[in-house]
């Protein structure tokens, strides 16, 4: 089983690298190597959710549980992200700014066992396309969520101050459209 303590510390000790988000990969894909270990560790994904690990000015790791079918608005970090799967799989749709506004860039899929980086400029938008729940581990180089930084509405794209709790809500209502489902559909 991962220790999580251990883990953690990992993660700090690499903040004192001078490319700590290339040092925190490194550490994530050891972990998701083992998935079976890592979900052990942070117990089976059964509803969809922004769990913290660890939450200080200098890094956040988050255990975030992707529920089957749900997708979240773009968004940036304004900080480096390190992304890594131990279940499922996350579709992420990368984004730049244009004079037009917001417009598609590119996107990778992230699949069990798969770690990635994200600049500090990124903007993305995530989906769980499957109907089984995605299990990540995301570690952010800052206060992910005392940082001020932007979302987009999902319809209009219109820019605006990301919200929290929003992004919350997101997860609240996907699980209750995945529960009704499943109740529907058993
Ligand atoms: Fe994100």
Not at 49 to 71: E, F, S, Y
Not at 92 to 97: G, K, S
Request: hydrophobic share 40%; charged share 25%; with cysteine.
């Amino acid at each position: 089983m991962l220790n999580l303590d251990q883990f953690v510390a990992d993660c700090r000790a690499a903040l004192g690298y001078s490319t700590p988000e290339v040092a925190v990969k490194e550490i994530v894909e050891r972990a998701v190597a083992s998935p079976s270990e890592v979900e052990a560790a942070l117990g089976t994904p059964r509803e969809g959710k922004i769990g913290v690990l660890h939450h200080d000015r200098d890094l956040t790791i988050l255990n975030v549980v992707w529920t089957p079918g749900m997708a979240v608005y773009p968004h940036d970090h304004r900080m480096w992200a390190v992304i890594g799967l131990y279940g499922g799989r996350e579709d992420n749709t990368f984004y730049r700014r244009s004079p037009e506004g917001l417009q598609v860039a590119g996107g990778k899929q992230l699949e069990t066992g798969n770690v990635a980086v994200l600049g500090q400029a990124i903007i993305h938008s995530v989906a769980n396309p499957l109907r089984v729940f995605a299990g990540a581990i995301h570690i952010y180089g800052g206060d992910f969520f005392g940082t001020s930084r932007s979302e987009w509405d999902r319809e209009t794209l219109q820019e605006q101050p990301f919200d929290v709790a929003r992004a919350r809500k997101v997860f609240a209502d996907a699980n209750e459209r995945w529960f009704a489902e499943c109740a529907r559909t058993s």
